[in-house]
């Protein structure tokens, strides 16, 4: 059974709009290497079914006044903080709709790392995320504008993290459907880590266990140093 494609840009949208990969990285150094290895999703967080492709990324709308911190506070980190992102991994059975994908980041320091957390922290993101869907392809042929809720379990994960997840109804095979879209950002020691994650029906049943992974791997990267 094939769902429609318009799920598949789903999977582009949270870290498109909050944690954007365009343009190169700054100068990695080994710990930062070593960081940015263990922050990216790979293949082995995943199902064995599931495929991947270079990761992709939109422009998001400069017009949301809500997202005009966030934007300034990546362009920033974009030019001056090594960074690398996942390939975007999917379910095929889904035709795209359930993905994961994830950008880590390696600051100076835990200050400097928790700072840039706070843009991703309060109502501000959580509407920036709102608007920028409500306004994609994929919103636009919603049957409702996007509802947007906190993540709820993310006690323990990592030093300090933060979450929202969108609702949106979208049409599989003429009915509305309920698709969920998760961004996750964690702070770990010296680094961000920023997750997206997608699914329709409910939640991604994955996605905490990829994030205890990834989390799992940063933190021993950087006791290992």
């Not at 379990?153 to 599989?172: N, R, S």
């Not at 095979?173 to 879209?181: C, D, K, R, W, Y």
Request: charged share 25%.
């Amino acid at each position: 059974m094939r769902r429609t494609r318009i799920l598949a840009p789903l999977v582009a949208v949270p870290l498109a709009v909050l944690v954007a990969f365009a343009g190169p990285a700054a100068a990695e150094s080994k710990s930062d290497k070593a960081i940015l290895k263990a922050g990216v999703i790979t293949k082995d967080d995943v199902p064995a079914s599931w495929t991947s492709k270079k990761g992709s990324s939109s422009e998001p709308d400069r017009s949301i006044r809500e997202c005009r911190k966030i934007r300034a506070a990546i362009e920033k980190a974009k030019k001056n903080q090594p960074r690398a992102d996942s390939r975007d991994f999917s379910n095929p059975i889904t035709d795209g709709a359930t993905s994961a994908q994830s950008t880590v980041y390696a600051f100076k320091d835990a200050t400097a790392a928790g700072k840039f957390l706070a843009n991703f922290q309060g109502d501000a993101a959580a509407t920036c995320l709102q608007k920028s869907i409500a306004k994609s392809p994929v919103g636009k042929r919603a049957g409702a504008p996007p509802t947007v809720s906190p993540v709820t379990d993310l006690q323990g994960v990592g030093d300090e993290a933060a979450g929202h997840e969108l609702t949106i109804d979208v049409p599989v095979q003429g009915q509305l459907t309920p698709a969920f879209i998760d961004f996750i950002a964690v702070r770990v020691g010296r680094a961000f880590v920023g997750f997206g994650f997608t699914n329709v029906g409910e939640r991604i049943p994955e996605g905490p266990g990829v994030v205890q992974a990834v989390v799992a791997r940063v933190a021993d990267a950087q006791a290992s140093k």
